[in-house]
């Protein structure tokens, strides 16, 4: 079983910036493609970001483009969003996905293993 482990959420001024981290287990990490949605309370879970196996391949949404950078360290077994400029529209709980298809994916179902999610929470 694969353990996706989400770190780095909090609460930020807007205009403010946070890096939430993804780690995940197993020696297979190099091969998924990875993504991060975000839900916010009364909300179906949205895209936000998606990287294939390689981090060659990158797609945002268009609310978090320009602002918002995925990347990843295969050496490490981690997944980062660097999150600048944020806003109160931000404010939700984010979630790491893994994909075991190392294709980037831009829909929840796409993906196999789930973290369990962080807080994101941005004061206006």
């Known amino acids: 079983q694969v353990q996706v482990v989400e770190t780095g959420g909090g609460l930020v001024q807007a205009g403010g910036s946070l890096r939430l981290s993804c780690i995940v287990s197993?020696?297979?990490?190099?091969?998924?493609?990875m993504g991060w949605f975000r839900q916010a309370p009364g909300k179906e879970r949205e895209f936000v970001a998606t990287?294939?196996?390689?981090?060659?391949?990158?797609s945002y949404a268009n609310s978090v483009k320009g602002r918002f950078t995925i990347s990843r360290d295969n050496a490490k077994n981690t997944m980062y969003l660097q999150m600048n400029s944020l806003r109160p529209e931000d404010t939700a709980v984010y979630y790491c996905?893994?994909?075991?298809?190392?294709?980037?994916?831009?829909?929840?179902?796409?993906?196999?293993?789930w973290g369990q999610g962080t807080q994101v929470t941005v004061s206006s």
């Open positions: 996905a893994v994909r075991k298809y190392g294709v980037s994916a831009a829909r929840p179902i796409d993906y196999d293993y």
């Open positions: 197993g020696r297979a990490f190099s091969s998924y493609a």
């Open positions: 990287v294939n196996w390689s981090g060659g391949s990158i």
